[in-house]
């Protein structure tokens, strides 16, 4: 699977998954900007990932409309193109609906949902006029499954599977193809601040949070890696045609089977 001179935009990318998405992508010979919330923490990560100058930083706050623009039209402006997106930025907030914030909850949705659509449609023109391009959504399974305290997590990430489904009807006739990546639990700064919050919320221990409540009905009681994440953003990003698209492929050790 190669991605020889493709442009890929991968947000939240400065760490965690979307550093591994983007570190494997110029692997396999993309060119790749890092889109996160802070410029430094973007160019550092994009220099790390390839020194050689085939990667760039972009600051890029997912929900704010004029952000968003602007890096995109920044990654066309120095490669002229782009060909990929992975819209991967997100956060967790974790509390039982009733005392759930109404701000949580809207902060937690845009960042999601607001996100993935604006990136989406500031990278889709480039993407139509080039006649081929892939979007890629970072679900989970959450996208699939619900858990107890994460009532606008789960609904954001069962959105994300609903808007794949559309810009991969009305990208075809482009080129376009969407899918959505739906990982189980991946032990990122986002997972290990969730530990000591379901722990708490739930009265149990923190080991107790990872055998009975994150691995508890995987095959083999192991965690994601972003590499396994990483290798099927891949897969989704050089898939040659049509045949793979509107799709949702759960990496998850068999925590949710289909």
């Known amino acids: 699977m190669e991605l020889n001179d493709k442009v890929a935009i991968v947000t939240g990318a400065a760490s965690g998954i979307g550093k591994a998405i983007a570190t494997r992508y110029v692997r396999a010979g993309a060119r790749i900007v890092v889109a996160d919330l802070n410029l430094d923490a973007a160019s550092s990560a994009a220099r790390a990932i390839d020194p050689s100058g085939r990667s760039m930083g972009v600051a890029m706050n997912v929900t ?35 005392s759930f914030t109404l701000a949580d909850w809207k902060k937690l949705l845009a960042i999601h949902l607001d996100g993935a659509f604006l990136t989406t449609r500031a990278c889709l023109p480039h993407m139509y006029k080039a006649g081929s391009g892939s979007v890629i959504y970072m679900g989970s399974v959450h996208s699939k499954e619900a858990s107890v305290l994460k009532a606008p997590y789960v609904t954001a990430k069962h959105g994300l599977i609903g808007l794949a489904k559309v810009v991969a009807k009305e990208g075809a006739a482009h080129g376009v193809r969407a899918n959505v990546i739906c990982p189980g639990f991946v032990r990122t700064p986002l997972v ?3 530990i000591p919050e379901q722990a708490k919320e739930l009265g149990i221990s923190e080991d107790d949070v990872v055998r009975k409540v994150m691995l508890k009905d995987t095959v083999d009681g192991q965690f994601t890696t972003v ?4 290798e099927v953003a891949l897969l989704f990003a050089s898939f040659p045609t049509n045949a793979l698209t509107g799709q949702s492929l759960v990496v998850s050790h068999g925590w949710f089977m289909q």
Not at 87 to 98: H, L, R, T
């Open 192 to 194: 290990e601040k969730q």
């Open 227 to 230: 590499d396994d994440v990483a």
């Open 64 to 98: 704010d409309e004029v952000a968003v623009n602007a890096g995109v039209a920044a990654a066309v402006a120095k490669y002229g193109k782009v060909d990929i997106l992975v819209s991967n930025a997100g956060i967790q907030i974790v509390d039982p609906i009733e």
